[in-house]
């Protein structure tokens, strides 16, 4: 299988590195994967090197700048700010098997927006290692931040540990 994701996606990694750790940090991640020019951002390059940035984040800098950096992707990719500027959570995660289907090539991905107080993000064929499945909750956690809703985000499958998909319940209201 052909999997292949945006230049916009790596970009955004490599934004978030740059924005946490300077431009050193973002030439020694790049230097250590052997990427060598930037991407870009309409362009579809192999999803490895993506994964690839996030096992770099995790054995140099740890796994909770994985979920920070899902987070700031999310903020950046114009399509979806775009998006949220106009529409609430429920209308940016109808949206949102469309969207992704712009900007990967590989997987697809099930919300389920029937029951109120809980949303259900179902990524098949999408996450191959734990670090992509850490930046997915990134990513839910971004979606709520950016309109405004409060909720909690929690991981209920994996497909990396076997399960037909990944799965995130998205928990819609203040915390209990
Ligand atoms: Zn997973």
Same mark, same amino acid.
């Given at each position: 299988?052909?999997?292949?994701?945006?230049?916009?996606?790596?970009?955004?990694?490599?934004?978030?590195?740059?924005?946490?750790?300077?431009?050193?940090?973002?030439?020694?991640?790049?230097?250590?994967?052997?990427?060598?020019?930037?991407?870009?951002?309409?362009?579809?390059?192999?999803?490895?090197?993506?994964?690839? @940035? #996030? +096992?770099?984040?995790?054995?140099?800098?740890?796994? !909770?700048?994985?979920?920070?950096?899902?987070?700031?992707?999310? %903020?950046?990719?114009?399509?979806?700010?775009?998006?949220?500027?106009?529409?609430?959570?429920?209308?940016?995660?109808?949206?949102?098997?469309?969207?992704?289907?712009?900007?990967?090539?590989?997987?697809?991905?099930?919300?389920?927006?029937?029951?109120?107080?809980?949303? @259900? #993000? +179902?990524?098949?064929?999408?996450?191959?290692?734990? !670090?992509?499945?850490?930046?997915?909750?990134?990513?839910?956690? %971004?979606?709520?931040?950016?309109?405004?809703?409060?909720?909690?985000?929690?991981?209920?499958?994996?497909?990396?540990?076997?399960?037909?998909?990944?799965?995130?319940?998205?928990?819609?209201?203040?915390?209990?």
């Amino acid at each position: 299988m052909d999997k292949r994701v945006r230049g916009s996606v790596v970009n955004g990694y490599l934004g978030f590195i740059q924005k946490k750790w300077g431009k050193v940090g973002r030439s020694q991640c790049m230097e250590d994967i052997g990427l060598e020019d930037n991407l870009a951002a309409g362009q579809y390059y192999h999803s490895q090197i993506s994964e690839n @940035i #996030l +096992r770099w984040i995790s054995r140099e800098k740890g796994n !909770e700048y994985i979920i920070e950096a899902g987070k700031f992707v999310v %903020g950046n990719l114009g399509i979806i700010k775009w998006l949220v500027r106009f529409a609430n959570f429920r209308t940016v995660a109808n949206k949102f098997p469309a969207n992704y289907s712009e900007i990967y090539t590989h997987g697809r991905v099930e919300v389920d927006t029937e029951k109120d107080d809980t949303y @259900i #993000l +179902r990524l098949y064929e999408v996450n191959f290692i734990k !670090e992509s499945c850490l930046a997915w909750q990134g990513v839910c956690e %971004g979606a709520l931040e950016m309109t405004k809703t409060p909720g909690t985000v929690k991981k209920t499958k994996c497909r990396v540990d076997g399960d037909p998909c990944c799965e995130y319940s998205i928990f819609l209201g203040a915390e209990q």
